[in-house]
């Protein structure tokens, strides 16, 4: 299918998105399993869907139903498994996701990031990527990767803060990338120690809320533009921070269509807060169709922005303050680290290990000052022997913390509100700073 490679254009426009979507959703409609039978249960004829906005008329996929029907369901019956590039989310929506790709596919999510960051600056080859604060999973485990005249170093989370400054003071980094919680520890440590870093071109913020105070400290330590992205597992680079305007975002064409959507799944006006929903535009090994995200955002009117760019406009909400686990000496843990605290000593690399098997879902809960819960809903392969590589984990990140683990049968959110993968009970200092900011 030569016109396939729509789905390949690194920039699209609204034909060249319509295109898209016409493709994947007839391709998974012929090829996967699973989407076959949810579109014909839901009645809708394929051939119907002519462009983005039609996408209404198909069901919304979720994360759970998708996983627990399994990769003979969920990928394109013209893949083999064993070829393709697996990656484990670390979403903190409840169900862990396995996500597929072939290379082909791979290669393009990394070059829409690329592509994206060229949105907030200029970038010439060769450059040096320092991504500050991951985790080493998924069998990335080197700190220093060359992908042709693009270095990649990655200052993971478990290096020590000595170790990741003189790292990162014996390279000159393009673009710097992470959460904001990483940056936070190792810009005030630059800073303690009246250390001046090289000043990248970008610094790029994501997964968790950017706040006010951690983009005036990293840009003050930095010296830089600070960028705030919005990238999944799923769907790559999913918007990139406006360079006119900080508070908004630009939805990436190019990877995705996002519609947002209330609570009985139809679209909220322009302006109006939904759960986001993605459907990915060049993923045909694991479609994604109308897949819910988790995050909440607000579209607004599409229109020509003052950064330049002409297309749609989004702002994100991350209302996740109360997800924070405040450890006994103080310091924050974001929910994304605290969801790989867990997430990352599970036996992924095992043969015959299926997350989904074991694990339905799970919510990390702060029950005091020393002691977390993790409430799982258990699947079929569930064994109680997991906990103990976790509750290892756990102490690596205080000696004192505890773990309390808890069957239980089902864990839905109260009506309305967002599913908290973690669940702090403490009050948290970003919490504190916001709700300052907002009385002021
Ligand atoms: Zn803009």
Known sequence: MISGWTRFLPRKNKKDV??????????AYKNVPFYRRTF????????????????????????????????????SCDVSPEELVIRHTTGTTGTPVTVYKNRLEEAFRK??????????????????????????????????????????IKLFRDIPMEKKISILMSIKPTIMGGRPSAYWNLANALREKKIIPH???LITGGAEILFPHVRKLLENVFRCRVADYYNSEEGGNLAWGCPANPELMHPNTATVWIEAVDQQGMPVPPGSEGHLI????????????????????????????????????MRLTEGRNENFIVLPDGREISPRIMYNVVNSVLPHDKKDWSMIEAIRVFQIIQESNDLIEIKVVPGPAYSNSLWRAVEENLKILHPAMRLKVSIVDDLQPEPGKKFHQVLGKLSSRWKCERDNRENK
């Open 18 to 27: 319509d295109r898209s979507i016409r493709y994947i959703v007839s391709h």
């Open 40 to 75: 014909d249960k839901s009645g809708v004829n394929p051939v119907d869907i002519r462009k983005a906005e039609e996408l209404t008329h198909l069901p919304i996929i979720k994360r759970l139903d998708m996983m627990v029907a399994g990769p003979a369901e969920y990928l």
């Open 111 to 152: 070059i829409t990031i690329i592509d994206a960051y060229k949105r907030n600056t200029s970038l010439t080859c060769p450059m040096t990527l320092v991504n500050v604060g991951p985790e080493r999973k998924d069998g990335s485990t080197k700190i220093v990767q060359k992908i042709g005249p693009i270095t990649i």
């Open 199 to 201: 000043s990248p071109r």
């Open 278 to 313: 993605i459907t990915n535009l060049y993923n045909y090994s694991m479609p994604f169709i109308r897949y819910e995200t988790g995050d909440r955002g607000i579209l607004l009117e599409t229109g020509k922005c003052q950064c330049g760019f002409n297309g749609p406009v």
